[in-house]
């Protein structure tokens, strides 16, 4: 049974020694807690911000115990504490207002991963301090909007909207999914290091043998695959299949909105008393010759000032590389471009409202025949969960500990499980440090952490509805409220600015 330290500041508030119900609780993108029942001879004033360090991590009081007093010299406590990561549920997720201080809740912005993390860290460092980017994936840059959200429910949403995790480790933050393959096989039985395996599938799994997969429709030709309206596999294929042998044929429908042929492009140069033009040198083909019947080619920025915002093609020459673009029409509250709002060196973007070159559609194709596959090679078996009961006496030989994200082997005959499989899920017991509950599968459960400041959870915020308006400035741009069109500079950037703001109005703030 170990001893814990439960601190106020740096001073040592009481030693208490929990009982053998207690534990450490710790789940991928979920809780990180520590539940503690103790008793104790005197009342002692627990406060919220107390703390202590188990197992190498901190964790914090966030709510007051639950007491029970027997007699003046008796009192029976049940304490939970959860990981400082939970401080992120107290910080707002904000960008700047015009006055370039972080204090707008509702906006919308366009941004890769590492611009959304960004942002994050910026806001957890506003109240807090210590906060760091980690490992953060590469993804395309997307559009997502914000409606007086936590910075701990943004970090789930933006995991979701790139198809990844996140893992805090400390206090440095990582946006993509951890795996460490630990080398460990474990099976049940004496010395081999389990007491019991119980398997279970997900109650909302299906299996799916026979994937039909689409991409986007954007950059095709009119007569494209037999006047297909949107991207197709390599070869035209319409489908996929995989153990369709041992549990028939199952269909399913997924649409990759995502992919389709485009190739991003880069300014290299701009014309300084011309907002409207700007010119790529590395452009490998010639936009007039691959136009759309009856179709203004478009060009969207993906970085930038103005990133976000669609713009139709006037003209293009293609022996400078060099685009006009129209003023966008959309936009009510300002003229886009103008000498605020205007493409610079390094903007990317991408065109659209073309018929791409033929290689860049075989690419395309390809791309999501890899994605297809991708996904049906995770949906085509029965998503188990497993749940195993170690042997500590194992455990404790071969010095094993384990955390989430940890992949170990699992194999048992009779159940006829041998793979290796990711532990999703741990509860470690203070009565014994090599006592674990393991929870293992090969995906993860939708579970948000569990949140205990009232409307951060749920949030009255309508984001779907927003997000309709909102989600394509190429189609619609008189969105009341605030739109942001900037890149986020690197955390470690303490010099850098935000170039433009642009509240509901339509004023346009630069920071100087």
Not at 83 to 95: G, H, P, R, W
Not at 167 to 179: A, E, M, S, V
Not at 402 to 410: A, H, P, R, V
Request: proline letters at 4%.
């Amino acid at each position: 049974m170990i001893s814990i330290d439960i601190k106020r500041g740096s001073d040592v508030l009481i030693s208490i020694k929990p009982d053998s119900s207690s534990n450490q609780t710790k789940g991928i993108m979920g809780d990180n807690i520590i539940t503690l029942q103790f008793d104790l001879s005197k009342l002692v004033p627990f406060q919220i911000g107390d703390w202590c360090t188990v197992y190498g991590e901190n964790y914090f009081i966030n709510k007051l115990p639950v007491v029970k007093k027997n007699s003046s010299r008796f009192y029976e406590y049940t304490l939970t504490m959860q990981s400082e990561y939970f401080d992120l549920a107290k910080v707002q997720f904000m960008f700047y207002d015009a006055n370039n201080e972080l204090a707008e809740g509702v906006f919308s912005l366009m941004g890769n991963p590492d611009t959304f993390i960004d942002l994050l860290i910026k806001n957890a460092n506003r109240v807090g301090a210590g906060w760091t980017k980690g490992a953060v994936i590469g993804g395309p840059y997307q559009n997502m909007t914000f409606n007086s959200e936590s910075c701990l429910s943004v970090l789930g949403r933006i995991a979701e909207q790139f198809g990844t995790e996140y893992f805090i480790q400390g206090k440095k933050i990582h946006l993509d999914k951890r795996q460490v393959d630990r080398g460990i096989t474990l099976q049940v039985g004496k010395r081999k290091g389990l007491y019991q395996i119980d398997r279970q599938t997900f109650s909302d799994s299906a299996v799916i043998t026979r994937l039909y997969a689409f991409g986007s429709d954007k950059n095709l030709p009119p007569d494209y695959r037999g006047y297909a309206t949107r991207l197709r596999m390599t070869d035209g294929l319409l489908y996929l299949e995989k153990n369709t042998v041992q549990y028939g044929i199952i269909e399913q429908t997924q649409i990759f909105d995502d992919i389709y042929p485009h190739r991003t492009g880069k300014v290299t140069s701009v014309n300084a008393g011309d907002p409207f033009i700007f010119t790529d040198t590395s452009m490998d083909f010639d936009v007039n010759g691959q136009l759309l019947p009856g179709v203004s080619a478009k060009v969207t920025f993906n970085t930038g000032q103005l990133s976000g915002y669609t713009f139709d093609i006037a003209s293009y020459n293609n022996s400078t590389k060099t685009f006009r673009i129209n003023k966008n029409k959309d936009e009510k509250s300002l003229d886009v471009p103008s000498t605020l709002l205007r493409p610079a060196i390094g903007d990317e973007y991408v065109l659209v409202d073309i018929i791409m070159p033929e290689t860049y559609i075989t690419k395309a194709e390809a791309d999501l025949k890899t994605a297809a596959q991708n996904l049906l090679n995770v949906v085509s078996e029965p998503q188990e969960e497993l749940s195993v009961t170690v042997d500590p006496a194992y455990f404790r030989k071969k010095g094993y500990t384990i955390d989430i994200g940890d992949l170990i082997w699992i194999t048992d005959g009779s159940l006829g499980i041998n793979k290796r499989i990711r532990v999703t899920n741990t509860v470690r017991s203070f009565e014994d440090e090599y006592n674990y509950q393991l929870t293992l599968a090969d995906a993860v459960a939708s579970s948000p952490p569990q949140d205990w400041y009232n409307g951060i959870g749920s949030n009255s915020r309508d984001i779907a509805a927003i997000n309709e308006r909102m989600n394509n400035r190429s189609s619609e741009n008189n969105f009341v409220g605030n739109v942001i069109m900037a890149d986020i500079p690197g955390v470690n950037d303490t010099a850098g600015m935000f170039p433009l703001y642009v509240d509901g109005s339509g004023k346009v703030y630069k920071k100087i």
